[in-house]
């Protein structure tokens, strides 16, 4: 029997607030984390642009 892939669309809302707070802490600690993954990213973009309506 083939194991299928099991893709689920997640959505989290990010207030701006928050938003900032993840920019800060990410600052912080730049030298060891990296950038936001990819995912947080285009979920900030799909967030903004429900803002921006």
Same mark, same amino acid.
């Not at 060891?32 to 995912?39: A, C, F, N």
């Given at each position: 029997?083939?194991?299928?892939?099991? $893709?689920?669309?997640?959505?989290?809302?990010?207030?701006?607030?928050?938003? $900032?707070?993840?920019?800060?802490?990410?600052?912080?600690?730049?030298?060891?984390?990296?950038?936001?993954?990819?995912?947080?990213?285009?979920?900030? $973009?799909?967030?903004?642009?429900?803002?921006?309506?």
């Amino acid at each position: 029997m083939k194991k299928g892939v099991v $893709k689920e669309k997640i959505t989290i809302s990010i207030s701006p607030e928050v938003l $900032k707070n993840l920019d800060d802490y990410r600052e912080k600690i730049k030298p060891v984390q990296p950038d936001r993954s990819p995912l947080i990213e285009i979920a900030i $973009k799909e967030y903004l642009a429900r803002e921006k309506k």
